[in-house]
């Protein structure tokens, strides 16, 4: 069992158009993330959520919209799409009060905007 | 703000050498957590290596240990008699407060590439 799931693992996509990606993680973790990996390969924090709570939130385009049901799962929408976009997003969980606090990462979601 | 700075962008080893990939940070938070991470070709990120700042000894673990240097805000990973599948992006990070898990931030990135 895959324990930070997201998908899809490839989009590729017009400008203009709405995307989502979705991320499960069956650990039991509390807090669950999303970073952003450019083409320089730099890791950019994007939002946070606690219990379904949003802790951090970025300077993000309010076009990104996460939205978490539950703390098992945090959805990333994009509207309107740009070509600055195109990205790998990484979802992320951690267990905010438990050992060493690691974050366990999803294996990545290649967004291509056109 | 916290910030973490990861000073070679690339880094090349003789396998079975060791090596030396550096971090320094920068926070006003008395409590923190620094972590290594690698992220091979493939692009999955992998967990390596955790130091608390307040744990008295450097974390090792297996080939990896973290040279943490508290008063030169510095965690500088050395791996040990590299091998060839080593060869990846290390990226360092830092946790603000040891039980605050919501703010992990990343340094840029150092790949090495590790010479047969």
């Known amino acids: 069992d895959t324990a930070v799931s997201q998908t899809p693992k490839y989009l590729v996509t017009q400008m203009g158009n709405d995307k989502s990606i979705k991320c499960e993680q069956n650990l039991g973790h509390d807090t669950m993330y999303w970073y952003k990996q450019d083409s320089k390969k730099f890791l950019k924090i994007m939002f946070s959520?606690?219990?379904?709570?949003?802790?951090i939130n970025e300077t993000v385009p309010n076009r990104f919209s996460p939205k978490s049901p539950d703390k098992a799962h945090l959805n990333l929408h994009i509207n309107s799409l740009e070509l600055g976009d195109s990205a790998v997003y990484f979802c992320?969980?951690?267990?905010?009060?438990?050992?060493?606090?690691?974050?366990?990462f999803g294996e990545g979601s290649r967004l291509t905007v056109l | 703000a916290q910030k973490i700075t990861q000073t070679q962008p690339g880094m090349f080893v003789q396998e079975k050498e060791a090596v030396t990939l550096d971090c320094t940070y920068d926070t006003s938070d008395p409590s923190y957590g620094l972590f290594w991470y690698k992220q091979p070709s493939s692009g999955e990120m992998i967990f390596l290596i955790y130091q608390g700042s307040y744990d008295q000894q450097n974390a090792t673990e297996g080939r990896y240990s973290l040279n943490f240097q508290k008063a030169r805000k510095s965690a500088n990973l050395v791996i040990s008699a590299s091998q060839l599948g080593d060869s990846a992006m290390y990226f360092c990070?830092?946790?603000?407060?040891?039980?605050?898990?919501?703010?992990?931030?990343f340094g840029a990135g150092t790949r090495l590439t590790v010479k047969p």
């Open positions: 990070a830092m946790r603000r407060a040891r039980y605050n898990n919501n703010d992990m931030r």
């Open positions: 992320a969980s951690s267990q905010r009060t438990s050992g060493t606090g690691e974050l366990f």
């Open positions: 959520y606690n219990n379904k709570e949003l802790i």
